[in-house]
Structures are given as structure tokens and as C-alpha cells.
Nanobody
Framework: QVQLVESGGGLVQAGGSLRLSCAAS????????MGWYRQAPGKQRELVAT???????NYADSVKGRFTISRDNAKNTVYLQMNSLKPEDTAVYYC?????????WGQGTQVTISS
């Protein structure tokens, strides 16, 4: 069983920055695709960014050029650096670990951007 614990959310003004972290338990982290997703009130959960075990990254068009996903396999941690934040980035952000048929989610961390 894998546990994912997110941290780093909060309230910032538009144009500001936040860095989210997600620490994973267990030994499969380094072999897994890690992702950040978000869910705004009344909306479906959507992909923000993913990073493969080989550090190939993928981003939603809405965050390209503003967000950066990275991973530290020695720390079993994935990060999401968020710059130039906009009010529409307001959501609960979830960490995801995907390895073969295994799929795990964190509890989420709230990000609120004020205009």
C-alpha cells in the first residue's frame, strides 16, 4: 500500500507562486508515473501535469509555461512549482501515483488564488 501526503497549499494573490510537495511511502515511487490533478468547485478533476520515471513531463495547456513538475527519487517526493498564479487556478490539488495497475491518490491540498 502506498500513502501520498501533499503539502504546500495556501492562499496567495494573483501573480504569486506556490510550491506543492507530495511525499510517497513505499518502494515503487521511483518506478511510477507521478501526477498532479486539480478539482475546482463544481468541476471535474483534471490533469495538471505528469512526470514519468524517466522524468519526461506533460502539462495541461492551461498551465504550460507557468507550472513545473519535478521529482526527487531519493526523497520519494514529487513537486509542483506554480508561478504566475491566476484566480482560475483555485482548486484542490491532488497527487497521484500510477504504477502498472496500481493507482493511488493523496488527500488533496487547497490552493486559493485571490484577485
Amino acid at each position: 500500500q502506498v500513502q501520498l501526503v501533499e503539502s504546500g497549499g495556501g492562499l496567495v494573490q494573483a501573480g504569486g507562486s506556490l510550491r506543492l510537495s507530495c511525499a510517497a511511502s513505499g518502494s515503487i515511487f521511483r518506478f511510477s508515473v507521478m501526477g498532479w490533478y486539480r478539482q475546482a468547485p463544481g468541476k471535474q478533476r483534471e490533469l495538471v501535469a505528469t512526470i514519468t520515471s524517466g522524468s519526461v513531463t506533460n502539462y495541461a495547456d492551461s498551465v504550460k509555461g507557468r507550472f513545473t513538475i519535478s521529482r526527487d527519487n531519493a526523497k520519494n517526493t514529487v513537486y509542483l512549482q506554480m508561478n504566475s498564479l491566476k484566480p482560475e487556478d483555485t482548486a484542490v490539488y491532488y497527487c497521484n501515483l500510477n504504477h502498472n495497475v496500481a493507482n493511488f491518490w493523496g488527500q488533496g491540498t487547497q490552493v486559493t488564488i485571490s484577485s
